[in-house]
């Protein structure tokens, strides 16, 4: 069974920094692109950073976190990465791990992948 564990969510101040992590178990980590994602309430869930699934994987950014956050995996602990800096009060959300079944390219779609964590939640003060 698919399993996706997110952690290191928390509060902190504009500018400030957290680090992300989503421990997957279950299936085979490296055939499938996985993605994180945020939801803020009242707004729809939208893809913030993905990884495909490659040796030497491509990767996917919103445009609203480029050159913030960084999407990163650590092969041999299974774990999935979000380091965000410079962080915005706009960036306030749940963020969710994801994992696609099909495609190796990384995707920002919500609709297009198959497994979910239970979320962690990120508040930025101005």
């Known amino acids: 069974q698919v399993q996706l564990v997110e952690s290191g969510g928390g509060s902190v101040q504009a500018g400030g920094s957290l680090r992300l992590s989503c421990a997957a178990s279950g299936y085979r980590y490296w055939s499938h692109s996985i993605g994180w994602f945020r939801q803020a309430p009242g707004k729809k869930r939208e893809g913030v950073a993905a990884?495909?699934?490659?040796?030497?994987?491509?990767?996917a950014y919103a445009d609203s976190v480029k050159g913030r956050f960084t999407i990163s995996r650590d092969n041999a602990k299974t774990t999935l990465y979000l380091q965000m800096n410079s962080l915005k009060p706009e960036d306030t959300a749940m963020y969710y791990c994801?994992?696609?079944?099909?495609?190796?390219?990384?995707?920002?779609?919500?609709?297009?992948?198959?497994?979910w964590g239970q979320g962690t939640q990120v508040t930025v003060s101005p």
């Open positions: 994801a994992a696609a079944l099909l495609g190796c390219w990384p995707k920002l779609s919500p609709g297009e992948y198959n497994y």
């Open positions: 990884i495909g699934c490659d040796e030497t994987p491509d990767y």
